[in-house]
């Protein structure tokens, strides 16, 4: 991928028509559909780069017309396609198309938003307990559930380039390299954004008394 900027799944989706690929047709074909899959399960960062041209901005609709919240729609996305991509293997084309396997993780996940299901607890567990581990004394009491409330609403406060890089790595999986293939952005650039991310949610979880730093 080119040195382009990187942006949110929503906004990057937004660039092309849904359900084309980049200079396609508007019809993919169910081959196609499995391969891109097979590129997925392989772990080919630029599959997943493809689903979201492909079915981005359809995604979002969805996601949007559940939630009636653009962050919120935006979340939905970015959670479903993350767990698509870790799924990708279980994708079977007998039994139905790539685009309804993607607007089904959406829309489901859109619904457990809607009940209130935190679907990020696992990485805001994580942070927490690598700010803890590296930062709290021996006093510190501050419970687990005060904690995700408040790596939450840190992660939200976080600009979108640099809460997606902290997604990505903590909840993706992937590496600094990684993301910057994945996003197209120079290395060096992830790693700003992470520092910068990482500064601003313990100054935050600081400020409110959830670590000691």
Known sequence: ????????????????????????????????????????????????????????????????????????AQDAVQDAFLKLWHG????????????????????NRAIDLVRGRPGREREELELSADFAAA????????????????????????PAEQRQAVLLAYFGGYTQIEIAGLTGVPLSTVKGRMRLALDKLAAYLKERGVVDV
């Not at 359900?19 to 399960?41: E, F, T, W, Y």
């Open 1 to 72: 991928m080119g040195h382009r900027s990187a942006k949110t799944f929503a906004d990057r989706s937004a660039d092309r028509p849904a359900g084309r690929s980049s200079g396609g047709s508007g019809v993919v074909a169910a081959g196609d559909d499995a391969g891109l899959a097979a590129r997925m399960a392989a772990r080919d960062t630029s599959a997943l780069a493809e689903l979201f041209d492909r079915y981005g901005a359809l995604a979002y609709g969805v996601a949007l017309r559940v939630l009636r919240d653009p962050g919120r």
């Open 88 to 107: 990708a293997s279980g994708f079977n084309p007998a039994r139905g198309s790539l685009r309804g396997w993607v607007l089904a993780a959406v829309r």
């Open 135 to 158: 930062a709290a004394g021996p006093e510190e009491q501050a419970s687990a559930s005060v904690e995700r409330a408040a790596v939450r609403a840190a992660l939200a406060d976080l």
